[in-house]
T-cell receptor, first 115, second 113 residues
Framework: DAKTTQPNSMESNEEEPVHLPCNHSTISGTDYIHWYRQLPSQGPEYVIHGLTSNVNNRMASLAIAEDRKSSTLILHRATLRDAAVYYCILRDGMYSGGGADGLTFGKGTHLIIQP | KAGVTQTPRYLIKTRGQQVTLSCSPI?????VSWYQQTPGQGLQFLFEYFSETQRNKGNFPGRFSGRQFSNSRSEMNVSTLELGDSALYLC????????????FGAGSRLTVL
């Protein structure tokens, strides 16, 4: 089973910020928090990942709680093209050979953007 | 650099047949994982291969199998196809270690009639 929990769906308006939450209360000290998204009719694509500190890239920001038991993906200004399913997973940074937990995605959050 | 390539992109089979899907990872990526996605479902993990060895397997029947070659290319096979096997099959490749991201292919859409 996935080690993360996410809301099934969220709705936001275009050009407004979106905060997508993810709970991972059993996270270990070496787990990286990864976010991926899947646009309609496409394979998932990488969005952002981090370990302890907040991270920013051209797509989004990742805010990690101080106790690391939750994180939030922030889309600063949502567009219609951001409508997708967003997945949050944990991947063990110490494990070099794989690990099914770090490959179990669950159902993610279906983000709906209203024009 | 080239992305993850999956072939074929679309295929139609009938019940009882078998199918083989191929995945060519990004050069240098030795971990390849496979997923099944059906309408309304998330990504369901099938199995992962690393250095030609199956490291992890999801909760799927033995009809689903795979292998990885020395060049890291991977194939998955589904035997005795059932209607419920109709799905999008995705593969992803990565460098080893949880700090490294997964790169997905576009998927192979299988329809079983």
């Amino acid at each position: 089973d996935a080690k993360t929990t996410q809301p099934n769906s969220m709705e936001s308006n275009e050009e407004e910020p979106v905060h997508l939450p993810c709970n991972h209360s059993t996270i270990s000290g070496t787990d990286y928090i990864h976010w991926y998204r899947q646009l309609p009719s496409q394979g998932p694509e990488y969005v952002i990942h981090g370990l302890t500190s907040n991270v920013n890239n051209r797509m989004a920001s990742l805010a990690i709680a101080e106790d690391r038991k939750s994180s939030t993906l922030i889309l600063h200004r949502a567009t219609l093209r951001d409508a997708a399913v967003y997945y949050c997973i944990l991947r063990d940074g110490m494990y070099s050979g794989g690990g099914a937990d770090g490959l179990t995605f669950g159902k993610g959050t279906h983000l709906i953007i209203q024009p | 650099k080239a992305g993850v390539t999956q072939t074929p992109r679309y295929l139609i089979k009938t019940r009882g047949q078998q199918v083989t899907l191929s995945c060519s990872p990004i050069s240098g990526h030795r971990s390849v994982s496979w997923y099944q996605q059906t309408p309304g479902q998330g990504l369901q993990f099938l199995f992962e291969y690393f250095s030609e060895t199956q490291r992890n397997k999801g909760n799927f029947p033995g009809r689903f199998s795979g292998r990885q070659f020395s060049n890291s290319r991977s194939e998955m096979n589904v035997s005795t196809l059932e209607l419920g096997d109709s799905a999008l099959y995705l593969c992803a490749s990565s460098l080893v270690g949880g700090a490294n991201v997964l790169t997905f292919g576009a998927g192979s859409r299988l329809t079983v009639l």
